[in-house]
């Protein structure tokens, strides 16, 4: 959703967000298990697919991004998902940067691992229905959290690019009910045929 291409963020802004991208993977290979390489896999090739038709808007773009789905999906290891994806893309077709890959897999990863985390409480035990519903509201808010990620490295880049941060702004606005949409009927359906999948459904001892 937020592929940033080079020459356009500062030094600082750049060395700031690949730290916390650094961080991130860190923990997410950390985590992952042989057990879920082929569901990272699998989420990573997704996200490789759908943000391929991107949109772009100022200095940035638009696309799906899923970024709720892989935090209900994969906790933490959502960061390598989404790393590969972009590395993928940006080697590939020129999507986005390489020296911005660190702010763009923080600014695409963070928001859904975070609320997917916070919403753990809401989701132990929930009815699929019920999970469809909480997984909704966590993919419209992560699209907004990735919007205010990359309008905070844009504005902390440059003051140029404040006024254009108004058009990116509304742009994922449709953009959040879309992705509520498609990551409520995934996860309530997956709640119903293979909940194991979702660890964020499983109590914290029996959880993979």
Request: net charge neutral.
């Amino acid at each position: 959703m937020a592929h940033i291409p080079d020459g356009v963020l500062s030094l600082p802004v750049i060395a700031a967000g690949g730290a916390g991208a650094a961080i991130g993977l860190a923990l997410g290979l950390r985590a992952l298990d042989e057990r879920e390489i082929p569901k990272t896999a699998i989420l990573a090739a997704v996200f490789f697919v759908a943000s391929l038709v991107a949109v772009p808007v100022g200095p940035s773009s638009v696309h799906v991004l899923l970024g709720g789905l892989m935090g209900l999906v994969l906790g933490v290891r959502a960061f390598a998902a989404v790393f590969i994806g972009l590395v993928l893309q940006a080697v590939l077709f020129g999507f986005g940067g390489l020296s911005t890959l660190g702010v763009d897999t923080l600014n695409m990863a963070l928001p859904g691992v975070v609320l997917a985390s916070l919403a753990r409480p809401l989701l132990l035990g929930a009815s699929p229905a019920r999970a469809g519903v909480v997984a909704a509201v966590v993919a419209a808010l992560a699209v907004f959290g990735t919007a205010a990620g990359v309008s905070a490295a844009l504005a902390l880049s440059s003051s140029d690019y404040v006024p254009a941060l108004k058009i990116i702004l509304l742009t994922y606005l449709p953009l959040a009910a879309v992705e509520a949409v498609i990551t409520g009927f995934v996860v309530s359906f997956l709640a119903r045929v293979k909940p194991e999948i979702l660890p964020v459904l499983q109590p914290p001892e029996i959880r993979p």
